[in-house]
């Protein structure tokens, strides 16, 4: 999966170590790509029953953390729904 706006790391003679002709910086991919990216090849590989499980179980423990933080007097934001698939 190299991103076609990446650059290219061809030249490092480090890349060799990693086994594949392609290799790209990190931070060359602009950061909600990246994330995306990241995202989508997790989810590629974790079974839909799992993952809603998982779904699941965050949103319960979000809902126990806010309610701790709003007993202690403190506020908490509500977060940016993640891991959702389409």
């Known amino acids: 999966m190299a991103p076609a706006d990446a650059a290219d790391q061809g030249t490092d003679t480090r890349a060799k170590k ?10 060359a991919i602009e950061p909600n790509r990246l994330r995306r990216m990241v995202q989508e090849t997790i989810e590629a590989h974790l079974p839909e029953a799992q993952f809603e499980i998982l779904k699941a179980a965050e949103a319960s423990e979000r809902e ?5 933080v709003a007993e202690a007097g403190g506020s908490m934001t509500a977060p940016q729904r993640r891991g959702q698939r389409s």
Do not use: T
């Open 18 to 27: 990693f086994g594949s002709s392609v290799s790209v910086e990190l931070d």
């Open 64 to 68: 126990i953390i806010g309610r701790l």
